[in-house]
Structure formats: C-alpha cells, structure tokens
C-alpha cells in the first residue's frame, strides 16, 4: 500500500527539518525573497507550527526589486501578520568595484546578511535554496555549518544520514537550514497550486514574456513564454531543460562565479 | 504521483561514476544545451575531450584535475520514459566516504560502478558493505570501461563471476551486471551493437526496474516526539509517524516513561477533519488525560510497543578517527531521541576494504563492528530489520559523527565479556534456606505525606518480628550518605533513585527483604529500579489524594512550596505519575495505618515465602522479641 503523493512526502520532511531548526537553533529567523520558493517555504512555516511562524522574518533589501515585488510582499504580511523584518543592505558603492554587475549585486545580499547575523545575534538562518537550481546548490546539506564570516567549507560538510542533522552552529559562526534542498522547480509550482498560495503575478504570462526567478530588477532577465497558469507554467517547465537561473547574469559572469558567491556566503 | 526513485551511485574513485552520471544524463534527453554548451566549454578550457563528469563535478576543486575527483555527493533529477529518478552521486575517495554515507543513506537503489580494467578495488567493497548495512539491497553491477579492453566478453565472465562471489560473501547479490562504457555510451539506454554477446537489458532497464522503498503503513505504530508546543493553551506533541497508523481515540502508551493516554486530537494546519495520520506524514496530537509529554517520548500502541533495553548490542559502521573502546562515552541518537551510552565491549571488527577480520584491539576506520553498548536509562528501541525509524542510531562525540549503528539485540541477558561478573559458589536458593524468605525489593512510591514512610517503618518492625531479614531504607537517610552529592534537580533525582534502587538489588540478591519508601515520582525512574532487581521488584502504589497528603504535611514541606520556598515539589509544582501496573495499591486516606501494615505483611510473606512462625535456628537477626 502506497501512502500520499510525492509532494505529500516532500511536505511532511520539510515540515520535519522546520522543527527541528525551531527545536534545536535559537534565536533563528527565515529569509524572504518573495519569490516562488521562499514564499512556499512561509506556507509550509505555518504548517510546522501551526499557523504562527515563531520567528522573525526577514528580507534583505537592496531596493532593487520590481514594484509588483513589494507590493505581495506588503500584502502578504499583513494577511499572514508575519513578523517581518526589511533589512537595507550595505549601498552598492561599498561592494568591490571590481566585480562584474551581478556579482556586486550577490556581494550587497552577502554583507546584507552578514551584517543582519552579527546585528541580531541569529544561529540559524532558514533559507528556501534547491538542489536542482544549480549544480554547485546540488551538493548542499539541510544543516549547513557557515563559519564566522558566513563562508561555506564544502570540502568539510557534516554527515547526514537518516534524521541526524548537525544542527549545532559553529563557534562564532551560524547555521543555514535547507528546508526545500530536495524539491524541484515543478514541485514548487504543484504545490502552490494544490495549497492555493498566493505568488507574484510576474511570474505568468505577460506581453510574450514572464520571469522564471526574480532577482532585482537591474539583472533579471523576462524568458518567452505563453504560460498564463500555473498548469501551463508546469507544462512549459517538462518541455523545456533550459537552467532556471539563465536569466540571472550573476551565475554566468564566469565559469566559477556561482561557487565563488556561495563559497563567500552567497544563500 | 510517485516520488521519485532515488539511486546512489557508488565504487572506487576514477572507476567513472561522475562520467556515466553526464553521459545517462545526456543520453535520456534529460541535460539541456545550455548546460552541454557549458560543459563543452570548461573540457576545452582544460584541452580535453568532452568531460561528462562536469555535469555533477560542478566544484572547481572537483574539476582542476588530470581526472575529476568527486568530492561531495550531490543529486540530480533524471526522467526516462515517464518514470522520475534522483541520482545521488557519492564520492569514490577513501577520505570522502562519509559523504557517500550522507548520499546513500536515502537511496532506495544502488548502482556499484566497476572499472573492467581494474576490476573490484578498496571502496568498491567499503561501499557495497556499506549499501548492504544502510539496507539499499537493490544494487545493480555496471562494469565499466570495456571501450578499454576491446569489449571482451571473456573478460566480462570472469569479471562477472568475481564479483558475484565477493558481493556472495556479503549476503549481497545484484540484480543485474552490466557490461558498459560511459565514454562511448554503450549498453546505457540501448542495448549496444559492440558487444552483440551481451544479451541482458541496457542499463536504463535495470534502473528503471527498482522499487522505491515501501513506507511503513503496515508496521507498528512508532512516534517520536520532536517538540511540544503551546498552542491557546493546548499542549501539542509534534513529530513524524515513522510507521503504522494512529487514529484519533487510540489507546497509546508513552515510552520510556509508561504513561497510557488517548489520542485526543490530532492537529494540522490548516486544520482537517482527517482522524488518522499515516507513516510519513508529520502532525500534532494532542494527549489526554493530560500528561507530560517531551523530545525523545516515543508513542505507540501498547500491544506491540518497542522493546524497552538498557543494554544492547549493535552494528555499526566505524567513521569517526578514533577506534572505539570499552569505556568509551557517546551520545547515541536515534533522531530525536538520545541517550548518553557508554561502550561496554567492541568485537569481531570486519575491514570493509579487505573484507579481512582483524583483531578487536585496532579497529580500523570504516570498519563493521559490534558495539555493546550501555545506557544511562531505558530507551525504547526496535532490532535492525522490525522498524529502521526506532533500530537505527548515530554515534556523536561532542559535534562529531563517529559512527552509525542498528541495534541487533538486547544484551540483559548477556552480559559482555569484561563485565561478566563472577559466579557464586552458592545460589539463592542456599540463601532463601538460610533466611526463611526469598529476597525482595518493597517498593513504596507515592505522593510526600501519602504515608511511605510510616508504613516502611512499621512493615520493618512487623517482618523483622517475624524473622525476616528485613531492612527499610528511608530517603532522606540516603541523602545524607551514599547520595549527599546530589541535589534537587530532575537529573540528580532520577540518580538518586538509581542508587538506591541498585542497592536496594544488592541487599535484595543477598536474600533481604529491602523496604524502600521514595517519592520516585516518574514511571521510567521506577522501571529503572524494576530492572534493577528484576522478578524481585515490587511496587507498592501509595495512593492518597493530594488534599489529605496537604493537610497532613508530616515535615511542613507543601507549607513551603506553596510559598514558593521549595521548587519543583512534587504534588504542588511538578507532576506525579501514577503507576502503571503496581503490584499492590494501598489506599491510605480511607484505611488505617494498621489495616494497611497488616495487607502489607500479607503481601510479603506470600511473594517471598516468609512463612508464619520461623524456625529458630534459621534466625540471624539475634533475639526475637515476641
């Protein structure tokens, strides 16, 4: 006898790992971008605990994003009365002048976060990342120790196995838990249909166009598209192997720049 | 919709696993031009052919070498023919098993890589070992490489046999062995025209013929607890249902510490009138009556509730740097349940890189080895093969995994070789001549002013008139001696009553008949104490209601703690369980202190024969005085 469906089991696990983040890190808070992913990871926040998410919940701002973006962000807020909090990241002016455009975008979320890690004291930051967006993402662990200043030792990644997590953040450093590391692009969309959660209308249809990832708007790029529901947005996804990420230029500056956001502590 | 089917790929390093992980990909339409632009790309940057390994070896450190070198696993979403698969890439290296161990552990197949040139190497064995201990008996042989060796058929018979014989030793056979080579792509989707000999299905077949593991809806009922919450109010006990089902009005019964309970409601949000949660699901419950209820509880039914062991013996898969030894101290858990465990004896190490047995002084790292283990109370616990969520544990040293193990069988009986404890020239029954009665621990628990004390004094004086070799042990006595470096707090309490209930044993097996009078509010202190003394363990149950223990307050005490003075005492600011399945119940608020003294000596001579009128020349307790 089979039991549930695959996004029954998917559910149940990330909903597993939110209280065990909630159990064994303190204080922690979960990050929102108000994008498909982290929006899914707040409903299944509320269903961990029941209907009140019992930690702050925080967006790093670099006022870049597209007003549609603030605008569900505001909604939703007040609808879910979350506890949000909106952190200004550090002014582009302070990133390396150096790095290409996208990655001195990624460097103001980095020092965004640093900056809220040291400011509120949190051990544990919730992150809505997925195994398949990015191959260097593919090899990351539910709990993942980050050192003091946010960076990520890969060659040294705790053991996982069966329900054991090293969920204890290392000395001075914080922990980033992965609640969604082993959902897919489509799953997402099938559960925001199934649940009926609310998401940014840019992600359908609209003059030919639609965004697939929303990132801020100076480096996100709109693919084609005709898909104007959520089953369609599905339907577009099977057809097509193109990477998610193809309309962030930060991931594709250099052969490298993705590990290297994430090796300085990029989510 | 079916999740889908989770296959680890494993074997020794540069044996290929990466290159045929690209070239499946890329051979089932499932990698897009996007990403085949971008490998193409980094293998000409490094002047090389078309590097397949690229697709999952996306670290620069995985890639800046003569050959990738996996170094993490890493997972990856394949369909073929309508069917879903995860492939979870693990690392070949010697150094990077652990990691292995992390993608391995979920997998519901395996495919063993094998380079034909080389044949079977070091971690081919390790991880096949290890695939067999993590139950992923699904496995599939591909030998690789035959573009290397001419695509001989000869050599694949013998390779083949070989193979099939190591992986015999184990217990291990595959489902299928396929010849193969991921650089040219043979025998991968179709079966290929350069090998015509080969008359088995492609690789993709094979693959596609494992099952996921089935969920565990038809096994008992096993909860743990992860947290509780307070919810307006109500107290929510949260966690998975590892296996079996539990429906709303279940009788359900808490372990370690005993306590039965109904299953009052069971919660979801948004909330849903679904009265029974399935294996795998994860919910609320709450309990009732009313109950304490914490992380590491483990609810299920109590017709086939888990085993509750102190002792046990385990298999366990070595990773940590440091042989374990006898003496040892970890913690063991077992999800969310944990229990700080001390290794009592370490045998028959097995080298799963050799396959060789070496001695039990030096165990080597990633070794198989039975641990026995002892722990500081009682766990509930299931064997290796009845349910994996309540028989599967990892070892922590502080931050570090150093092993993870199954338990394989409850060692009460058997004590480990280096405890064994010596045997005596004389057996109880020579001792149960000698003192006329067999030996017992009285256990008297109750409420403070239920009248435990009272009543151990008076049984004393009654027995030892009698002639029975009788001794009553008063709680506050013991804190003063063998238990004056402890205090109040919840572990110091449960120490105390260890002690008193090992000593308590002690005096029992020399033939006394010990009369104990302690609070001992909680059940999983009270069975400690019954395993303690086993079949001579007798709990008497004190009952009396709170209002007259209050009014009584022989020592001033509930004075106290209603002003607060006391902290967590017992009956006013921390709970008292009542007693599961006492032997005896003695309801002192409505009888007298002699009425309950007199069931109280007829309780005892019928349980440790202590007959009437004792013989004279058996007494040892001097002169008698009635």
Redesign the interface.
Known sequence: ?????????????S??IL??A??CVRPLCLLWSMGKDSTALLWLA???????IPFPIVQLDTEMELPEVYAFRDRIAAEWQLDLRVELCPPESEADPELPPGARAAARKTAGLRRLLSANGYRGVILGIR??E???R??E?VFSPRGPDGDWD??N????????Y?T?PPAGGHVRIHPLL?W?EVDIW?YHKRENIPFVPLYLERDGKRYRSLGEKNITEPIESTASTIDEMIAELEA????ER?GRTMDHER??AF?RLRTAGYM | ????VRIAVAGHIDHGKSTLIGRLLHET???????FA?IE??SR?RNGPIEWAY??D????ERDRVTPMT???????LTWRGKKF?IIDAPGHREFV??M??GA??ADGALLVVDAVEGAREQTRCHAYVLRL?GVNQLVLALNKFDALGYDRDRFESLAASCKSELAAMGFAALATVPISAREGENLVERSAVMPWYTGPALMEVLAAIQPR??E??DPLRLRV??V?E?DGRV?A???VDSGVLALGDQVVLLPRGTNAVVDSI????SSAEAIA?????I?VTLGPPTTVE?GDVIAHSEDAPKLEQQFRSICFW?GETPPSAGARFNA?F??VTTAVTVTSVRNPLDTESLAAVGDGAVPRYAIVEVYLCATELVPLDFHGEL??TS?F?LMNG?E?VA?GFVDAAVSAEPPENLTPKAHLLSGGDRQRRNGHTGAVIWMTGLPGAGKSTLAMALERKLFDAGANVFAIDGDRVRQGLNGDLGFSAKDRSENVRRVAEAAALFAEMGAIVIAALISPQERDRAVARRAAGRRFHEIFIDCDLETCERRDPKGLYKRARAAEIADFTGVSAAYERPFAPELVLDTAHSGVEQSVARLVEYVRRVTGLEEEKPLELSLSGQRTS
Not at chain 1, 1 to 13: I, V
Not at chain 1, 46 to 52: I, P, T
Not at chain 2, 1 to 4: A, D, F, I, N
Not at chain 2, 278 to 282: M, P, T
Request: charged share 30%; aromatic share 6%; net charge neutral.
């Open positions: 006898m089979s039991s549930g469906t695959e996004l029954d089991a998917l559910e149940a696990d909903v597993y209280r065990e909630r159990r509320r269903k961990a605990f029941l209907g009140n195994r398949d990015q191959a260097v593919a090899k662990r890969f060659h990644q705790p053991i996982e196995l069966w329900d054991h090293a204890d082993d897919t099938r097509s192997h193109a990477p193809a052969e490298d590990e | 919709m079916e999740r889908p339409g499932n990698l897009s031009k996007e990403r971008e790309l980094a940057k697709v999952t996306a670290l620069q450190a170094i993490d696993t890493s997972r990856i979403w995860q652990q990691n161990v992390t552990s979920e993590l089935a969920k809806v038809n992860q947290d919450y919810v929510i949260v966690g998975r919660d979801r949000w948004p399935r294996a795998g699901e994860s609320g992380r990773i858990q999800g969310p994996s969520a599967r990892v931050g995994l993870c």
